[in-house]
C-alpha cells in the first residue's frame, strides 16, 4: 500500500472546475483540431498564449500551451522547456508563421511525450480557449449537481430506521465502491458497497490505521491498494471510529461527498446519541445562536470541534447552506449580527453583519472555497468554544487583510499581539504615498519573496512594469527594499490595511 496526504486544496493552484481531457477538444468538429503525438487523455486546467522564445517562466502547470512559433528556434530546447514547466498539452497554430507544423517539433514532441496539436488557419485560438472553458463549466456543473444529488441521498438515509448502514450504503452506492466503518481496534464494525479484493481491504485497514483518536494526529490519507483508491477519515465522536473508502477511480467531487458523511456517522454514532435527537438537535442550534457552551456540551459531545467564520457567497439565499455542504457540516448559522456565543474575555464582542458561523468535526477538513473568506479555529473541546469563536474571528480578519482565502488560527502569531486599530492606523500612516496599484504590486512581491517574474503572472503585468512600480515604491517611502527588516515591516502593515 501506498499513502499520500489528501491532497490540499489550496485557492490560486487549481482552477474551480474539474479539469477536461484533451481528447475533449479533439471531439469538437468546428475546432478541427489534430493529435500529432502525444496521448489524448491529459487532463487541461488551463489555457495560454505565448510567443515568447522561452515560455517556462509564465506557466502554472497543467496548461495547453497555444503558440504559432513566432520565436521557435530550437524545437527540441523549448519542448524541453514545456515540459518541465509542467504544461499538460502543445498546441501549434499553422500560417501565418508557419505553413505546416514543424516536423522537427513533432519529433521533440513524441520522444518526450508532449501531446501535440495541430490548429489549423480558420481556427482562432480564442476559439480553442472558448471552447475549453464551455468545457470545464458543464464539467463543474455535473459534478455540481453530483455532489448535490449525493448529499441529498446521504441526508435521507440518516433520517432512515438504521442510519449507520443506510449512510454507508448511500455513501458506497454514489462513489461506485466499498465503505466501511472500521472501529478504534480496527475491526470492522459495518460496511456496504461490492467486495473489494483481499489485498485492497487489508491495505484499507491499515490505512484507517493511522488515524485514530490521537491528539493532533491526521483526520484523514489518501493511498492505493489492491488497484484501487483508497481513503479513510477519522469520526468526530470520540470513540475512535474510522469511515474507510475503496473506489476505482477518485473523482473531484468525492472528497466533498465522503466529507458530509463523515459528519453524518460522527453525529450518528457519537456516545452520547440518544434515541430523542431533537434534544441534540436543540442543543446545537442553540449553541450557534449564542447559548454558552457549557450548557450544551454534554448534548454536543467532546469534541473537538473546529468553528468557522465565513463572509462572501454569491448573494443568494442559499449561500450559506452550499457553504455548509461544501465544508461537510450541516450546522450553520446565517445570521446577520448576532451576538457571539457565550460570553467570556476571549469572545468577541459581535459578530459582525453578513458573517456565517460554522461548526465542524475536526476531522472534517477546512478547505478554501471559491467566492468565500473563511477563518478557521485551532480544534478544540465543546466546552471552549467562546475561545473558538474568538480565534475564528481573528483569522477572518486577518484573511480579509492579506487577501487571502482561508486563514487558520496561529496560537503564538506576533501579528496576535498588536492592537488591530492601531495597527491599521500605523499601516495607513506608512502606505500613504502609495497609490492602491503601487500598494498591491508592493503586496504581491512581498508575498512572492521578491521574484519579479512570478508577481508578473499574478498580476497579469510584464515583469518590467513590476520592477518600475516596485522602484516607484522604494522612491515613495523612501526605504531599502532590500532590507529584510524593512520588508517585514511592510509586509505587516500591509496586511492591517
Do not use: K
Request: charged share 20%; net charge negative.
Amino acid at each position: 500500500m501506498s499513502m499520500t496526504p489528501p491532497p490540499a486544496s489550496e485557492a490560486g493552484s487549481t482552477p474551480p472546475a474539474p479539469p477536461v481531457p484533451l481528447s475533449a477538444l479533439l471531439a469538437r468538429p468546428d475546432l478541427g483540431l489534430r493529435l500529432l503525438a502525444g496521448p489524448e487523455d491529459v487532463p487541461l486546467h488551463w489555457v495560454h498564449t505565448s510567443e515568447m522564445a522561452d515560455p517556462y517562466p509564465y506557466l502554472l502547470g497543467g496548461e495547453l500551451l497555444m503558440t504559432a512559433g513566432v520565436q521557435l528556434t530550437d524545437p527540441a530546447h523549448y519542448v524541453e522547456r514545456v515540459v518541465e514547466a509542467g504544461a499538460a498539452a502543445l498546441a501549434f497554430g499553422v500560417t501565418p508563421v508557419y505553413d505546416t507544423v514543424p516536423a522537427e517539433l513533432v519529433d521533440a514532441c513524441t520522444r518526450r511525450g508532449l501531446p501535440l496539436v495541430e490548429v489549423p488557419p480558420r481556427t482562432p485560438f480564442t476559439a480553442v480557449a472558448r471552447a475549453l472553458w464551455r468545457l470545464m463549466a458543464e464539467a463543474r456543473l455535473h459534478e455540481l449537481r453530483r455532489v448535490t444529488e449525493a448529499q441529498q441521498s446521504l441526508a435521507a438515509a440518516a433520517a432512515r430506521p438504521a442510519p449507520v448502514p443506510a449512510v454507508l450504503g448511500a455513501l458506497a452506492s454514489r462513489l461506485g465502491g466499498r465503505a466501511v466503518l472500521f472501529g478504534a481496534d480496527g475491526t470492522e464494525s459495518a460496511a456496504a458497497g461490492r467486495e473489494v479484493p483481499a489485498e485492497a481491504a487489508r491495505a484499507l485497514r491499515d490505512l484507517a490505521g493511522v488515524l485514530g483518536p490521537r491528539p493532533g494526529g491526521p483526520a484523514s490519507a489518501s493511498g492505493d491498494g489492491g488497484g484501487l483508491r483508497l481513503a479513510a477519515y477519522a469520526l468526530g465522536g470520540g470513540d475512535g471510529l474510522t469511515l474507510g473508502v475503496a473506489t476505482e477511480r477518485r473523482g473531484p467531487g468525492d472528497h466533498t461527498v465522503a466529507g458530509v458523511a463523515v459528519v453524518l456517522l460522527s453525529l450518528l454514532t457519537a456516545p452520547h446519541r440518544g434515541a430523542d435527537v431533537t434534544v441534540r438537535d436543540g442543543a446545537l442550534v442553540r449553541l450557534l445562536l449564542g447559548a454558552a457552551p457549557a450548557e450544551v456540551a454534554g448534548t454536543l459531545g467532546p469534541g473537538p470541534w473546529t468553528v468557522v467564520h465565513a463572509r462572501g457567497g454569491d448573494g443568494t439565499p442559499f449561500a450559506a447552506t452550499s457553504l455548509a455542504a461544501a465544508l461537510g457540516t450541516p450546522l450553520v448559522d446565517a445570521g446577520t449580527g448576532a451576538a457571539g456565543t457565550g460570553a467570556g474575555p476571549d469572545a468577541p464582542d459581535t459578530v459582525h453583519p453578513g458573517t456565517v458561523r460554522l461548526l465542524l468535526p475536526s476531522s472534517a477538513a477546512v478547505t478554501a472555497q471559491e467566492g468565500w473568506t473563511l477563518g478557521a479555529s485551532a480544534p478544540m473541546a465543546a466546552t471552549e468554544l467562546v475561545a473558538g469563536e474568538a480565534q475564528a474571528a481573528r483569522a477572518l480578519r486577518r484573511a480579509e487583510a492579506s487577501r487571502a482565502s482561508l486563514v487558520r488560527h496561529r496560537a503564538n502569531g506576533f501579528a496576535a499581539l498588536v492592537d488591530r486599530d492601531e495597527a491599521a492606523a500605523y499601516a495607513r500612516e506608512v502606505l500613504a504615498p502609495l497609490s492602491d496599484p503601487l500598494a498591491e504590486t508592493l503586496r504581491v512581491w512581498l508575498s512572492l519573496h521578491g521574484s519579479w517574474d512570478r508577481t508578473a503572472v499574478a498580476l497579469e503585468i510584464h515583469r518590467n512594469t513590476v520592477r518600475q512600480r516596485i522602484a516607484r515604491c522604494a522612491t515613495l517611502l523612501d526605504r531599502d527594499l532590500d532590507d529584510p527588516d524593512v520588508r517585514m515591516e511592510l509586509w505587516f502593515a500591509l496586511a492591517s490595511r
